[in-house]
């Protein structure tokens, strides 16, 4: 496929997915429509990378769903002086995303080959804004918090205690809540009140894969 096909289909995905579900800020359609999202998949999966699905890298590890991030980012309405705490985003496409509308972000992931991957991208497109860092995702990293806007690339099965506590005060984290024995799950924040207070919010009902570290305990049989 030529730029200029991956350019076509770059605002096809803007125009046939992002805004008929209802993400409209000029902002993030922005954000999606500068960033090549084929940079961050293998070779063999350029062509079908702006589908609306996730995009399976192997080894348990998916791109999530070009919408269900920008229904995230949408309702955080990053601004430059944010911080935000991009979790498991894999290749890197997620913080690439976050890095065009926020001041600074920090880049989690499990797999150092996959963070290396990211790193190589951002550099190429000039993203000087985002700071990688080799972690456990469940974990977070309160180090460099706390943080104004959290996002958990994937579902989880449990609220994801540890990184509530690295929010700052306004803050709001964003993730896919998917128990055990559902089918699917909600897109889901949590906002950290001035008071200290957390509030939950459902954001809409989507499909996606658990994130590595936040799976359902399995049950062992002796």
């Known amino acids: 496929m030529t730029l200029q096909n991956f350019q076509k289909s770059r605002e096809a995905m803007v125009v046939s997915q992002l805004q008929p579900s209802g993400v409209v800020s000029e902002s993030v359609m922005a954000a999606y429509r500068s960033v090549p999202r084929e940079m961050f998949v293998p070779n063999v999966l350029r062509g079908v990378c702006y589908l609306d699905d996730d995009i399976d890298l192997g080894e348990g590890r998916i791109l999530v769903e070009p919408l269900i991030f920008a229904r995230m980012v949408q309702d955080a309405e990053l601004l430059s002086s944010d911080k935000v705490l991009d979790i498991g985003g894999a290749t890197g496409y997620s913080a690439a995303i976050a890095a065009k509308l926020a001041g600074q972000v920090v880049a989690v992931d499990a797999d150092e080959k996959l963070l290396q991957q990211g790193q190589a ?6 993203l000087l804004n985002i700071t990688p860092v080799i972690g456990i995702h469940n974990d977070g990293y309160a180090v460099g918090g706390p943080y ?3 996002f958990v690339n994937g579902a989880v099965s449990a609220m994801p205690q540890k990184l509530l506590d690295q929010l700052s005060y306004g803050g709001r984290l964003y993730f896919v809540e998917q ?3 559902d089918t699917s799950g909600r897109l889901t924040v949590v906002i950290k009140e001035q008071s200290g207070v957390f509030l939950t919010k459902y954001l809409s009902d989507v499909t996606t894969s658990y994130l590595k570290g936040f799976e359902p305990s399995q049950s062992f049989v002796f």
Not at 121 to 126: H, K, R, S
Request: charge should be negative; aromatic fraction near 8%.
């Open 121 to 126: 991208q951002w550099q190429q497109l000039g």
């Open 179 to 181: 128990k055990e024995e």
């Open 148 to 150: 104004n806007v959290i």
